[in-house]
């Protein structure tokens, strides 16, 4: 069952999806997928090949940015800056539970300054609690 959840207007995370969910991804209006899980993290899980072939299928843009065990870093930050910047509309993050999907997204967004504390306000309301994660967005945060 598809578990959309919106953090505002530009990005939404979910846990893991299925080519078959992307009719219904384009419908609710992305146009965009980004995917943090890694392929084979888990028996039974699609490939990150067949939701991209899916998306492309359906006419969304689709970027891998797969977050592992080891955490996250500054490249992985970048790229998901970059996927936000470059989507033409509302952006779906995805991996296992959604958790690894919203962190990125925090991280992106405080590399661009925004204020954490507001980010962590977004994340809560999409029903992630993100203020351990305070440290490493004030890190990635850009000089004041």
């Not at 899916?54 to 977050?67: K, R, S």
């Not at 993050?93 to 300054?113: D, K, P, V």
Request: with cysteine; net charge negative; proline share 8%.
């Amino acid at each position: 069952m598809l578990d959309i959840r919106r953090i505002d207007d530009r990005i939404a995370v979910a846990p893991q999806i299925d080519p078959e969910d992307i009719p219904a991804i384009k419908a609710a209006g992305f146009t965009a997928i980004v995917n943090n899980r890694p392929d084979g993290e888990e028996d039974g899980q699609p490939s990150g090949d067949a939701v991209r072939a899916a998306a492309e299928d359906h006419g969304l843009a689709y970027t891998a940015i797969p977050i592992t065990h080891a955490g996250f870093s500054m490249p992985q930050v970048t790229a998901m800056i970059d996927a936000l910047g470059a989507a033409s509309g509302p952006v779906l993050a995805y991996c296992r539970s959604g958790t690894r999907s919203c962190n990125l997204w925090a991280l992106s967004q405080a590399g661009l300054g925004a204020d954490p504390d507001a980010l962590t306000s977004l994340a809560g309301g999409a029903g992630y609690d993100i203020a351990g994660l305070r440290p490493l967005m004030d890190a990635v945060a850009p000089p004041q």
